[in-house]
């Protein structure tokens, strides 16, 4: 059974710094993808950023683009979001996913095994 378990999010000032942790337990599909989603109240599900075997080996939303460092630990099936500069409009629950097969990184409907989420909150 996978789970998928994430910790770190809360509450910042804008300008602040979050560091967002995900530990993935009876995960063996280590050669697909893992990422970052979330989702702000009233609106759909976005991918964030992703980390993955071969090529870029990453994919970050052009909206966090030079603020969002996505790491992944293939050993440890840990995936870390350090998030800078943050803004507003980057409040919403974050949510840790992994997937079982190949598919585009972006897009929600890769993922099979999601986690509970965790609140980010930015003030102005």
């Known amino acids: 059974q996978v789970q998928l378990v994430e910790s770190g999010g809360g509450s910042v000032q804008a300008g602040g710094s979050l560091r967002l942790s995900c530990v993935a337990s009876?995960?063996?599909?280590?050669?697909?993808?893992m990422g970052w989603f979330r989702q702000a109240p009233g609106q759909e599900r976005e991918a964030v950023a992703a980390?993955?075997?071969?090529?870029?080996?990453?994919y970050y939303a052009d909206s966090v683009k030079g603020r969002f460092t996505i790491s992944r630990d293939y050993a440890k099936n840990t995936l870390d979001l350090e998030m800078n500069n943050l803004k507003p409009d980057d409040t919403a629950m974050y949510y840790c996913?992994?997937?079982?097969?190949?598919?585009?990184?972006?897009?929600?409907?890769?993922?099979?095994?999601w986690g509970q989420g965790t609140q980010v909150t930015v003030s102005s």
């Open positions: 996913a992994a997937a079982r097969h190949y598919g585009p990184v972006a897009e929600a409907q890769t993922y099979a095994f």
């Open positions: 980390a993955f075997p071969g090529g870029p080996g990453v």
């Open positions: 009876g995960y063996g599909y280590s050669g697909n993808s």
